[in-house]
């Protein structure tokens, strides 16, 4: 978790000073992203990570795909992000946010 927290830190303060080169500076933090390092045994073990994490008690209740995060990249780079700079964008289902309230049909 320390890196995260040196992402945002690096994140900010690249963004204040560049920003007035021009230069904009976001950063973007997964989730639990289904990718072979989650998804596969790791060397010496048979079972993958995933088969210990549920995603259930979660806002969406899922593992992350790859291209859910990638998809913000484009938004980020292009003209329409003009203004956001030192941003954070959580792309995470809502694992920061903690446990959702049950569902219960009326």
Same mark, same amino acid.
Do not use: Q
């Given at each position: 978790?320390?890196?995260?927290?040196?992402?945002?830190?690096?994140?900010?303060?690249?963004?204040?000073?560049?920003?007035?080169?021009?230069?904009?500076?976001?950063?973007?933090?997964?989730?639990?992203?289904?990718?072979?390092?989650?998804?596969?045994? *790791?060397? #010496? %073990?048979?079972?993958? @990570?995933?088969?210990?994490?549920?995603?259930? /008690?979660?806002?969406?209740?899922c593992l992350g795909e790859p291209a859910d995060t990638t998809r913000?990249l484009p938004f980020l780079t292009s003209d329409e992000a003009s203004? *956001?700079? #030192? %941003?954070?964008?959580? @792309?995470?289902?809502?694992?920061?946010?903690? /446990?959702a309230l049950k569902y219960e049909a009326a």
């Amino acid at each position: 978790m320390a890196s995260k927290w040196a992402v945002r830190g690096i994140t900010k303060t690249a963004a204040l000073e560049l920003g007035r080169d021009r230069f904009r500076v976001n950063a973007t933090h997964p989730g639990v992203i289904a990718t072979p390092f989650i998804t596969e045994p *790791a060397v #010496g %073990s048979d079972t993958p @990570i995933s088969d210990f994490y549920s995603a259930e /008690p979660f806002a969406i209740p899922c593992l992350g795909e790859p291209a859910d995060t990638t998809r913000a990249l484009p938004f980020l780079t292009s003209d329409e992000a003009s203004f *956001a700079t #030192g %941003s954070e964008f959580v @792309i995470d289902g809502g694992l920061l946010l903690g /446990p959702a309230l049950k569902y219960e049909a009326a």
